[in-house]
């Protein structure tokens, strides 16, 4: 079974940056599409940015050219590099690890999430 711890989180001014990590075991880390979601209070959870095995990537809208996921294979860690974050970016974290190799398959496991707060 897949398990996925993520660290990171925390609060920051507007304009600052986070790194958020997520450690992966028990599951083949290289193969499967891994991703990052939010979810704000009252709202929907959203996916944020996806990577394949590859390194192709995704973004939402939103977070384009703010966000960059990035994977060790070696360490088998995910990461997402947030900056000049924005107060709407307010929410917890989650990672996932996908059922295969794109985000299309669905997600298989959640981490338990992580907090970011940013300020104005």
């Known amino acids: 079974q897949v398990q996925l711890v993520e660290s990171g989180g925390g609060l920051v001014q507007a304009g600052g940056s986070l790194r958020l990590s997520c450690a992966v075991s028990g599951g083949i880390f290289s193969i499967n599409a891994m991703g990052w979601y939010r979810q704000a209070p009252g709202k929907e959870r959203e996916r944020v940015a996806a990577?394949?095995?590859?390194?192709?990537?995704y973004y939402a809208d939103s977070v384009k050219g703010r966000f960059t996921i990035s994977r060790d294979n070696a360490k088998n860690t995910l990461y997402l590099q947030m900056n000049s974050l924005k107060p709407e970016d307010t929410a917890m974290y989650y990672c996932?690890?996908?059922?295969?190799?794109?985000?299309?398959?669905?997600?298989?496991?959640w981490g338990q999430g992580t907090q970011v707060t940013v300020s104005s």
């Open positions: 990577i394949r095995s590859g390194g192709s990537t």
């Open positions: 996932a690890a996908f059922r295969g190799a794109t985000m299309y398959n669905g997600v298989g496991s």
